[in-house]
T-cell receptor, first 114, second 112 residues
Framework: KQEVTQIPAALSVPEGENLVLNCSFTDSAIYNLQWFRQDPGKGLTSLLL???SQREQTSGRLNASLDKSSGRSTLYIAASQPGDSATYLCAVTENAGNNRKLIWGLGTSLAVNP | SQTIHQWPATLVQPVGSPLSLECTVEGTSNPNLYWYRQAAGRGLQLLFY??????ISSEVPQNLSASRPQDRQFILSSKKLLLSDSGFYLC???????????FGNGTRLTVT
């Protein structure tokens, strides 16, 4: 049974720091992995989607990597800003079916302090 | 560009009352549509998904139902709410299973 773990559960850093959020999964047979951001009381915003054949994806100050063999993905945030404060969630899709049955981590709550 | 609208943002309903949450997508056609529920400390749970009009699949047995009367409209309903139906409900869409999943802003439902 696939399980997704995100460590740490919470992180507080000063503005300007580069930081890494971790996501691990127990079964390497995934279809893709997606990183999301969620602001308090709001929906989720898709940040990056990495297909199983890809190693990394980049968008602006964000870079997500995927190592299927070790069951790990990292989200790298460069030069963090207070506006980056949110909960970051990763989710894996196990197959190409339409049900999009994502397996979710519980998220890392990030606080970037000015 | 594509947008997804979900309403209402918050809802307080008594036990036994009906429920209707609506979600619409703009700027795309024939999207895959999804209803999720998010519970504190438990992650997101897929409730329903739809690949086309009147094509609804349920992931978990429960007190809720879903309908898709139009291509870009997805409705979550209940005839009689239970206390356990309280939660944060999220609608989402994607164009294909290998494309990103995009979420609405969610509805916070409190059943009293």
């Amino acid at each position: 049974k696939q399980e997704v773990t995100q460590i740490p559960a919470a992180l507080s850093v000063p503005e300007g720091e580069n930081l890494v959020l971790n996501c691990s999964f127990t079964d390497s047979a995934i279809y893709n992995l997606q990183w999301f951001r969620q602001d308090p009381g709001k929906g989720l915003t898709s940040l990056l989607l990495i297909q199983s054949s890809q190693r990394e994806q980049t968008s602006g100050r964000l870079n997500a990597s995927l190592d299927k063999s070790s069951g790990r993905s990292t989200l790298y945030i460069a030069a963090s800003q207070p506006g980056d404060s949110a909960t970051y969630l990763c989710a894996v899709t196990e197959n190409a079916g339409n049900n999009r049955k994502l397996i979710w981590g519980l998220g890392t709550s990030l606080a970037v302090n000015p | 560009s594509q947008t997804i609208h979900q309403w209402p943002a918050t809802l307080v309903q008594p036990v036994g009352s009906p429920l209707s949450l609506e979600c619409t997508v703009e700027g795309t056609s024939n999207p895959n549509l999804y209803w999720y529920r998010q519970a504190a400390g438990r992650g997101l749970q897929l409730l329903f998904y739809s690949i086309g009009i009147d094509q609804i699949s349920s992931e978990v047995p429960q007190n809720l139902s879903a309908s898709r009367p139009q291509d870009r409209q997805f409705i979550l309903s209940s005839k009689k709410l239970l206390l356990s139906d309280s939660g944060f409900y999220l609608c989402a869409w994607s164009s294909r299973t290998d494309s990103p999943l995009h979420f609405g802003n969610g509805t916070r439902l409190t059943v009293t």
